[in-house]
DNA sequence: TTGTCTGCAAAACATTTGCACCTAT
DNA sequence: ATAGGTGCAAATGTTTTGCAGACAA
Protein backbone atom coordinates (compact mmCIF):
# COMPACT_ATOMS: atom_id res chain seq x y z
CA UNK A 1 0.00 0.00 0.00
CA UNK A 2 1.13 3.66 -0.75
CA UNK A 3 0.23 6.50 0.85
CA UNK A 4 0.78 9.88 -0.61
CA UNK A 5 0.17 12.47 1.52
CA UNK A 6 0.21 16.01 -0.18
CA UNK A 7 1.12 19.32 2.27
CA UNK A 8 -0.65 22.25 0.63
CA UNK A 9 1.29 25.49 1.77
CA UNK A 10 -0.47 28.65 1.34
CA UNK A 11 1.69 31.51 0.96
CA UNK A 12 0.06 34.62 1.69
CA UNK A 13 1.22 37.11 -1.08
CA UNK A 14 -0.57 39.65 0.41
CA UNK A 15 2.03 40.03 3.00
CA UNK A 16 -0.01 39.05 6.66
CA UNK A 17 1.81 41.27 8.38
CA UNK A 18 0.16 43.14 11.19
CA UNK A 19 0.24 46.21 10.91
CA UNK A 20 0.28 48.58 14.28
CA UNK A 21 -0.48 51.92 15.02
CA UNK A 22 1.56 54.79 13.79
CA UNK A 23 1.08 58.17 14.45
CA UNK A 24 4.04 58.92 11.48
CA UNK A 25 2.49 56.38 8.84
CA UNK A 26 -1.34 58.14 9.65
CA UNK A 27 0.18 61.62 9.40
CA UNK A 28 2.08 60.76 5.51
CA UNK A 29 -1.07 59.34 4.56
CA UNK A 30 -3.67 62.52 5.87
CA UNK A 31 -1.02 65.06 4.02
CA UNK A 32 -0.81 63.13 0.99
CA UNK A 33 -5.03 63.03 0.94
CA UNK A 34 -4.63 66.80 1.88
CA UNK A 35 -2.14 68.03 -0.94
CA UNK A 36 -2.55 67.65 -4.61
CA UNK A 37 0.59 68.51 -5.23
CA UNK A 38 2.11 65.11 -5.70
CA UNK A 39 4.76 65.55 -3.50
CA UNK A 40 8.11 64.03 -2.82
CA UNK A 41 9.40 61.72 0.47
CA UNK A 42 11.32 64.96 0.93
CA UNK A 43 9.17 67.25 1.10
CA UNK A 44 6.74 64.97 3.79
CA UNK A 45 9.81 64.55 5.52
CA UNK A 46 10.11 68.54 5.66
CA UNK A 47 6.69 68.93 6.50
CA UNK A 48 6.93 66.13 9.85
CA UNK A 49 9.72 67.17 10.60
CA UNK A 50 7.72 70.36 12.30
CA UNK A 51 5.59 67.47 14.18
CA UNK A 52 7.88 65.17 15.26
CA UNK A 53 11.33 66.62 15.49
CA UNK A 54 13.25 63.27 15.68
CA UNK A 55 11.66 61.72 12.69
CA UNK A 56 14.07 60.06 9.94
CA UNK A 57 13.52 59.97 6.38
CA UNK A 58 14.36 56.22 6.69
CA UNK A 59 10.91 56.08 8.32
CA UNK A 60 8.94 58.74 5.67
CA UNK A 61 10.33 56.13 3.10
CA UNK A 62 9.86 53.02 4.82
CA UNK A 63 5.84 54.49 5.56
CA UNK A 64 4.99 55.20 1.65
CA UNK A 65 6.28 52.20 0.39
CA UNK A 66 3.98 50.50 3.48
CA UNK A 67 1.11 52.91 2.45
CA UNK A 68 1.58 51.80 -1.52
CA UNK A 69 1.70 48.08 -0.49
CA UNK A 70 -1.60 48.67 1.26
CA UNK A 71 -3.02 50.48 -1.86
CA UNK A 72 -3.44 53.67 -0.25
CA UNK A 73 -1.94 56.03 -2.22
CA UNK A 74 0.03 55.60 -5.61
CA UNK A 75 3.65 55.86 -6.42
CA UNK A 76 3.39 58.16 -9.69
CA UNK A 77 6.99 56.97 -11.10
CA UNK A 78 7.19 54.02 -12.91
CA UNK A 79 8.85 51.65 -10.51
CA UNK A 80 12.00 51.38 -12.56
CA UNK A 81 14.98 53.06 -11.22
CA UNK A 82 17.00 53.69 -14.49
CA UNK A 83 16.53 55.40 -17.46
CA UNK A 84 15.84 53.69 -20.75
CA UNK A 85 16.47 54.96 -23.46
CA UNK A 86 14.31 54.79 -27.50
CA UNK A 87 15.65 55.46 -30.94
CA UNK A 88 12.58 55.22 -32.81
CA UNK A 89 11.41 58.58 -32.62
CA UNK A 90 8.26 57.77 -34.61
CA UNK A 91 4.95 58.45 -32.78
CA UNK A 92 4.50 55.31 -30.32
CA UNK A 93 3.21 54.69 -27.15
CA UNK A 94 4.87 53.19 -23.96
CA UNK A 95 4.09 51.06 -21.63
CA UNK A 96 5.87 50.41 -18.21
CA UNK A 97 5.93 47.82 -16.25
CA UNK A 98 5.97 49.33 -12.26
CA UNK A 99 7.83 46.24 -11.09
CA UNK A 100 10.81 44.95 -13.30
CA UNK A 101 11.16 48.65 -15.30
CA UNK A 102 10.23 46.78 -18.57
CA UNK A 103 9.28 48.70 -21.53
CA UNK A 104 6.79 47.89 -24.33
CA UNK A 105 5.76 49.57 -27.32
CA UNK A 106 2.40 50.20 -27.76
CA UNK A 107 0.67 51.37 -31.53
CA UNK A 108 -2.79 52.64 -31.15
CA UNK A 109 -4.22 55.23 -32.23
CA UNK A 110 -5.40 58.04 -29.90
CA UNK A 111 -7.36 61.13 -30.12
CA UNK A 112 -5.31 64.22 -30.76
CA UNK A 113 -8.12 66.14 -29.41
CA UNK A 114 -6.59 64.98 -25.74
CA UNK A 115 -3.38 66.13 -26.54
CA UNK A 116 -4.88 69.27 -27.90
CA UNK A 117 -6.74 69.70 -24.62
CA UNK A 118 -4.00 68.77 -22.18
CA UNK A 119 -1.75 71.56 -23.25
CA UNK A 120 -4.69 73.94 -23.22
CA UNK A 121 -5.64 72.95 -19.89
CA UNK A 122 -2.08 72.93 -18.07
CA UNK A 123 -0.04 75.02 -20.56
CA UNK A 124 2.08 72.16 -21.00
CA UNK A 125 4.52 71.24 -24.38
CA UNK A 126 3.43 68.17 -24.97
CA UNK A 127 5.72 65.45 -26.70
CA UNK A 128 4.29 65.14 -29.74
CA UNK A 129 0.93 62.21 -29.44
CA UNK A 130 3.02 60.20 -26.97
CA UNK A 131 1.40 58.19 -23.94
CA UNK A 132 2.40 56.47 -21.03
CA UNK A 133 0.79 53.72 -19.46
CA UNK A 134 1.94 51.98 -16.24
CA UNK A 135 0.92 48.41 -15.23
CA UNK A 136 2.33 44.92 -14.83
CA UNK A 137 4.47 42.95 -17.12
CA UNK A 138 2.65 39.34 -17.98
CA UNK A 139 6.37 37.99 -16.69
CA UNK A 140 5.85 39.83 -13.25
CA UNK A 141 2.14 38.81 -13.00
CA UNK A 142 3.28 35.06 -13.28
CA UNK A 143 5.71 35.72 -10.21
CA UNK A 144 3.26 36.97 -8.38
CA UNK B 1 27.74 114.85 -29.10
CA UNK B 2 27.03 111.81 -27.21
CA UNK B 3 27.99 108.18 -28.42
CA UNK B 4 25.71 105.09 -28.00
CA UNK B 5 26.75 101.98 -28.59
CA UNK B 6 24.67 98.73 -28.42
CA UNK B 7 26.18 95.74 -28.45
CA UNK B 8 23.45 92.91 -29.33
CA UNK B 9 24.85 89.63 -28.07
CA UNK B 10 22.59 86.94 -29.24
CA UNK B 11 22.80 83.89 -27.04
CA UNK B 12 21.77 80.81 -29.07
CA UNK B 13 19.53 78.69 -26.61
CA UNK B 14 20.47 75.50 -28.96
CA UNK B 15 23.60 74.96 -27.79
CA UNK B 16 25.86 75.78 -30.43
CA UNK B 17 29.02 73.63 -29.72
CA UNK B 18 30.47 72.00 -32.91
CA UNK B 19 30.21 68.44 -32.29
CA UNK B 20 33.32 66.19 -33.71
CA UNK B 21 32.63 63.29 -35.06
CA UNK B 22 32.82 60.17 -32.06
CA UNK B 23 32.72 56.50 -33.19
CA UNK B 24 31.22 56.30 -29.28
CA UNK B 25 28.63 58.33 -29.67
CA UNK B 26 27.91 56.97 -33.54
CA UNK B 27 27.58 53.26 -32.21
CA UNK B 28 25.60 54.45 -29.50
CA UNK B 29 23.06 55.69 -31.57
CA UNK B 30 23.25 52.61 -34.20
CA UNK B 31 22.43 50.19 -31.59
CA UNK B 32 19.55 52.44 -29.71
CA UNK B 33 17.85 52.13 -33.51
CA UNK B 34 18.49 48.60 -34.30
CA UNK B 35 17.30 47.43 -30.65
CA UNK B 36 13.66 47.98 -29.26
CA UNK B 37 14.09 46.54 -26.18
CA UNK B 38 14.96 50.19 -25.01
CA UNK B 39 17.89 49.40 -23.41
CA UNK B 40 19.18 50.93 -20.05
CA UNK B 41 22.59 52.92 -20.47
CA UNK B 42 24.05 50.10 -18.58
CA UNK B 43 23.17 47.74 -21.19
CA UNK B 44 24.58 49.66 -24.01
CA UNK B 45 27.85 50.00 -21.55
CA UNK B 46 27.81 46.32 -21.49
CA UNK B 47 27.17 45.98 -25.21
CA UNK B 48 30.04 48.44 -26.60
CA UNK B 49 32.72 47.48 -23.90
CA UNK B 50 33.28 44.42 -26.25
CA UNK B 51 33.93 47.30 -28.96
CA UNK B 52 36.21 49.63 -26.67
CA UNK B 53 37.81 47.59 -23.77
CA UNK B 54 38.72 50.72 -22.29
CA UNK B 55 34.88 52.43 -22.81
CA UNK B 56 33.82 54.64 -19.57
CA UNK B 57 29.85 54.57 -18.35
CA UNK B 58 30.44 58.47 -18.00
CA UNK B 59 30.90 58.01 -21.78
CA UNK B 60 28.16 56.45 -22.26
CA UNK B 61 25.87 58.61 -20.03
CA UNK B 62 27.81 61.67 -21.82
CA UNK B 63 26.43 60.50 -25.04
CA UNK B 64 23.25 59.57 -24.27
CA UNK B 65 22.73 63.04 -22.79
CA UNK B 66 23.82 64.32 -26.15
CA UNK B 67 21.91 62.22 -28.63
CA UNK B 68 18.91 63.24 -26.32
CA UNK B 69 20.01 66.96 -26.66
CA UNK B 70 20.23 66.91 -30.46
CA UNK B 71 17.01 64.88 -30.60
CA UNK B 72 18.17 61.81 -32.04
CA UNK B 73 16.84 59.70 -29.11
CA UNK B 74 14.71 59.90 -26.64
CA UNK B 75 14.33 58.94 -22.97
CA UNK B 76 11.39 57.41 -21.65
CA UNK B 77 11.20 58.10 -18.02
CA UNK B 78 10.22 61.39 -16.87
CA UNK B 79 13.30 63.40 -16.21
CA UNK B 80 12.51 64.03 -12.19
CA UNK B 81 15.17 61.76 -10.07
CA UNK B 82 12.63 61.76 -7.49
CA UNK B 83 9.58 59.78 -6.79
CA UNK B 84 6.17 61.58 -6.54
CA UNK B 85 3.26 60.17 -4.35
CA UNK B 86 -0.45 60.70 -4.79
CA UNK B 87 -2.75 60.38 -2.18
CA UNK B 88 -5.65 60.59 -5.02
CA UNK B 89 -6.80 57.74 -6.05
CA UNK B 90 -9.65 58.41 -8.29
CA UNK B 91 -9.17 57.76 -11.77
CA UNK B 92 -7.50 60.54 -13.07
CA UNK B 93 -4.25 61.57 -15.53
CA UNK B 94 -0.66 62.56 -15.13
CA UNK B 95 1.34 65.15 -17.09
CA UNK B 96 5.05 65.33 -16.02
CA UNK B 97 7.47 67.59 -16.80
CA UNK B 98 10.53 66.28 -18.02
CA UNK B 99 12.77 69.33 -16.54
CA UNK B 100 11.35 70.04 -13.09
CA UNK B 101 9.66 66.75 -12.59
CA UNK B 102 6.57 68.70 -11.40
CA UNK B 103 3.01 66.73 -11.73
CA UNK B 104 -0.16 67.74 -12.58
CA UNK B 105 -3.60 66.16 -12.84
CA UNK B 106 -5.55 66.15 -16.04
CA UNK B 107 -9.08 65.33 -15.84
CA UNK B 108 -9.96 64.17 -19.48
CA UNK B 109 -12.23 61.22 -20.44
CA UNK B 110 -9.57 58.39 -22.34
CA UNK B 111 -11.74 55.85 -24.14
CA UNK B 112 -11.39 53.04 -22.16
CA UNK B 113 -11.30 50.61 -25.34
CA UNK B 114 -7.38 52.18 -25.36
CA UNK B 115 -6.97 50.26 -21.81
CA UNK B 116 -8.53 47.09 -23.44
CA UNK B 117 -6.66 47.20 -26.39
CA UNK B 118 -3.47 47.40 -24.31
CA UNK B 119 -3.99 45.25 -22.17
CA UNK B 120 -4.82 42.04 -25.06
CA UNK B 121 -1.72 43.37 -27.10
CA UNK B 122 0.39 43.36 -24.41
CA UNK B 123 -0.95 40.77 -21.60
CA UNK B 124 0.16 43.70 -18.97
CA UNK B 125 -2.29 44.53 -16.63
CA UNK B 126 -3.00 48.01 -16.56
CA UNK B 127 -3.44 50.78 -13.63
CA UNK B 128 -7.14 51.20 -14.30
CA UNK B 129 -8.25 54.17 -16.58
CA UNK B 130 -4.72 56.04 -16.07
CA UNK B 131 -2.51 57.60 -18.69
CA UNK B 132 0.97 59.55 -18.54
CA UNK B 133 1.83 62.32 -20.71
CA UNK B 134 5.42 63.98 -20.55
CA UNK B 135 5.86 67.42 -21.56
CA UNK B 136 7.72 70.64 -20.36
CA UNK B 137 5.66 72.85 -17.89
CA UNK B 138 5.36 76.26 -18.33
CA UNK B 139 7.58 77.64 -15.96
CA UNK B 140 10.40 75.49 -17.68
CA UNK B 141 9.24 76.81 -21.21
CA UNK B 142 9.75 80.28 -19.91
CA UNK B 143 13.25 79.32 -18.48
CA UNK B 144 13.99 78.04 -22.07
C1' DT C 1 6.50 38.68 25.21
C1' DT C 2 6.17 39.26 20.46
C1' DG C 3 6.47 41.40 16.39
C1' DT C 4 6.38 45.96 14.47
C1' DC C 5 8.15 50.73 14.33
C1' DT C 6 11.79 54.09 14.69
C1' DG C 7 16.25 56.84 14.45
C1' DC C 8 20.65 56.62 12.98
C1' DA C 9 24.24 55.79 9.96
C1' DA C 10 26.00 53.24 6.36
C1' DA C 11 25.14 51.15 2.07
C1' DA C 12 23.23 50.79 -2.42
C1' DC C 13 22.15 52.50 -6.76
C1' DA C 14 21.97 55.21 -11.03
C1' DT C 15 23.81 59.26 -12.72
C1' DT C 16 26.92 63.33 -12.94
C1' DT C 17 31.20 65.79 -12.74
C1' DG C 18 36.27 67.34 -12.17
C1' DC C 19 40.44 66.51 -13.95
C1' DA C 20 44.17 65.35 -16.96
C1' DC C 21 45.05 63.48 -21.23
C1' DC C 22 43.75 62.36 -26.07
C1' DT C 23 41.86 63.42 -30.74
C1' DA C 24 39.37 65.57 -34.52
C1' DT C 25 39.20 69.73 -37.07
C1' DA D 1 46.04 75.42 -31.85
C1' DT D 2 41.64 74.83 -30.04
C1' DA D 3 37.39 72.92 -28.78
C1' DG D 4 35.49 68.64 -28.01
C1' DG D 5 35.82 63.74 -26.46
C1' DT D 6 37.38 60.16 -23.10
C1' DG D 7 38.79 57.28 -18.97
C1' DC D 8 39.03 57.28 -14.32
C1' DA D 9 37.62 58.09 -9.85
C1' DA D 10 35.20 60.81 -6.78
C1' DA D 11 30.98 63.10 -5.88
C1' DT D 12 26.02 63.52 -6.06
C1' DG D 13 21.24 62.67 -4.87
C1' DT D 14 17.61 59.50 -3.93
C1' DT D 15 16.25 55.39 -1.82
C1' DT D 16 17.19 51.15 0.94
C1' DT D 17 18.89 48.52 4.74
C1' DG D 18 21.15 46.68 9.19
C1' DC D 19 21.04 47.37 13.75
C1' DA D 20 19.76 48.37 18.44
C1' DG D 21 16.45 50.37 21.16
C1' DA D 22 11.40 51.89 21.67
C1' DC D 23 6.75 50.85 21.43
C1' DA D 24 2.10 48.78 20.62
C1' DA D 25 -0.83 44.64 20.99
Known sequence: MIIVTIIKIEITMNSSIKRKNSIRRERILELLRSNH???TADWV??????EFPGLSLGTVYRNLKILEEEGKLQNI???STFDRYDGD????HHIICERCGCVMDLNAAVDDSLFRKAENETGFQ?????????????????KK
Open 45 to 50: YDQLKK
Open 126 to 142: LRPSQITLYGLCPKCLN
Open 37 to 39: AHP
Open 77 to 79: HGG
Open 89 to 92: LSPH
